[in-house]
């Protein structure tokens, strides 16, 4: 068996937790079959349980498997074991909420017998794969992100926590949720990539496909705990898959604008693509480390010649942050050369705006290289509130002068300059900050 | 056994490591000394290969920590300075786990869990749960951990921190032993007096560089006279099996490379020669003297 598992069944399952698990779930399932009507039933008991056990605890277990090692002194020991990362990570993800699973699986056969009677088995068995689905995916989602913080090596354990909770509650309702979102209702067929799917046929492809991402990813970050060193290409084969998905739903983007967006299918599909690409560099500029340390060998790497050694070694946050730049320059090219007006102006009249935006998004993930040259603790988050100030309070009260904050279509030409040099000035104060720290202590 | 070339190691705030260059021989036990923050923890980390390092190399019986970082950490074991145990676990199961986690056949674990427990003297706990030892045996479970697959290299981060004068002897006698066997061992530590006990050599770390060391053959003695003698430096320097440190009319320091039976001989042979001998023993200042020597040498060279 995998030590790591078996360490944690060891601490998990005692058999006193067992019968208590078993002795809670059964009677409170038992009190509202017995309720008379008007009560929620024993069947939503289950399901509310189910998701209190496994979902909001079990999010919480897989952040702390990680979390609790650097509390409790004893990850070193982990990183030093003979175990290969995918081992150590299932060995935590599986072990860790192994309790919360117990009390989980206790609650699915009152959720699924009544979809069995009433919509037969194939129903049944599709209900039971997506409530273990978005167990799973929760889970890993909140393991991963607790990999993610713990390399920026502060002490707010208990905020780590509850942060990686968010995220994994966040991303299984949001895996299978997502066309639920979209105003076609949840029944109606709809279009992605020109195929009209089922949304449950959908919703469960998106769940597996986006729980084998966290899967993947999970074990990169522990592989990077383990000091190997992981490359870019699968983290770029991700953003590839992210693109792909989001651009896929291009018709209800077009749709969903009344069609005032007027671009071109593949242009749209480009910018919807971009639109992630932009998401996932905000997330990762926020959730990795930003080493002032990592960010100096590359420096170092590229100044020598080493180009190739330095591509490797790249924080997911500059490949998306690369990736956006190069998306939203193709797409830029795209607009310039497309002769078919949009809402009767030219598609090159969009240029300058987008790129103004692609300004402010490089002067935002400066902000956060900036913030932790300032504090390792609390860098992100004064960058995030130097990110609400710049979006939300200063263009309330800037009136006119909003086109120096947000890209604007009535004045292009002054966000575009007014977004670059708030960019150059900002990534100019960074990497000033991170070069004058390196000169004072080498210099020592 | 271990090769460390043009070390590097930096914080994000400081330098921590300025271009190491040290080689530590197989089955000795090496000691690190320095003054708090002089990077001995950074050191022993990155031997470890759990820090990758800003430039240079740490070569551990042929693979570098930076490229072969896994094959490293199975080679050895690793006591951190501040630890933690699975205090919810039996003494058994934790060395059970750490048998597994360090890829132990099946077969063997129960084997190597009794013999890491004989050799800290933890048989009549196996059944008790971590949480519930004294700090003394947490030291030495942790140390048990370290050792349960039997490494070619056991790094210690200050192992004797907070144990009483009788468990220092007897962690003094466990990293002889273990030594007898075979292994090598690197040892950072702040109670100089004991080194000398345990240790083969002493490498001296201020500041992130190696400022000096030695290595420990044989007992350091000193002998004074009552009253002094021009004779005696041209006398002991004439002596079989000694290396002299230091000798003047009234006193000498030198290093006896041979046994006690030597020593016995050295004192009968300095009375047979009418010395009026007043002192002769073991050098317990010698070290700590030769350390702050060599620490103020680096700090007046860094100056």
Known sequence: MNPEFQRNLWLELTPARLLLM???VLFLIAIFSAAPPGFPSSGAVATALYYFLVVLWGTRNAALSVIAEIRERTWDFQKLSSMRPFA?????????????????????PFIVYPAWRGEGLPSAAGELAILIGQGVLAQSVSLLTSLNLIRRQHNYWRLDAFLCQVMGIVAAFSAYGFPNLLPIGPQAPFSWWGLTLQPHWFQFYSLLAFTAWALVGSTRAMRLELRSVNGPFIWLAFLAFLGLYEAGFESWFANAGGNSIGLHAAALRLAIADLAFAFSAYGMAFLEPKDPVHFRWLTGEARSG????????????????GVTLLCTLVLALA??????????????????PLLAALGFFTRDIALFVLGRTWSRERGDFAALAALAVLYVVLPQIAGPGRSLLLPQMTAPAISLVAAWM??????????TRIERRQAEFTSL | MIKIRDLVFEYPTARALHGVNLDIPAKAITALVGPNGAGKTTLLRLMAALETPYAGSVIIDGHDTRLKPRDVHRRLGYLPDFFGLYDGLSVRRCLTHAARAHGLPAGEVSDAVETASQSVGLTDRLGQA????????RQRLAIAQALVHRPGLLLLDEPAAGLDPSARRDLSRLLLSLRDKGMTLVVSSHIL???EDYSDHMVIIDHGRVAGGTAFKGAQLFIALAAPDDRLPNFLAKQRGLRLLQADASQARLVCEEGAERRALLLQALIGADFAVSDFGEDRRALEELYFAQLNQSGEARN
């Open chain 1, 306 to 321: 080493r180009i190739g050694r330095a591509f490797l070694a790249l924080d997911c946050w500059m490949l998306s942050f």
């Open chain 1, 88 to 108: 150590l990570m299932w060995g935590k993800l599986l072990g860790a909420t192994s309790f919360t699973w117990f009390g989980g699986i206790l609650c699915l």
């Open chain 1, 335 to 352: 607009l310039w050369r497309d002769p078919q007006p949009i809402a009767g102006e030219p598609p090159a009249a969009l240029v300058l």
């Open chain 1, 422 to 431: 708030e960019a150059g000035a900002v990534w100019v104060w960074a990497v």
């Open chain 2, 130 to 137: 971590a949480g519930a030892l004294s700090r003394g045996l």
């Open chain 1, 22 to 24: 078993t002795g809670f």
């Open chain 2, 193 to 195: 007096a004991e080194l």
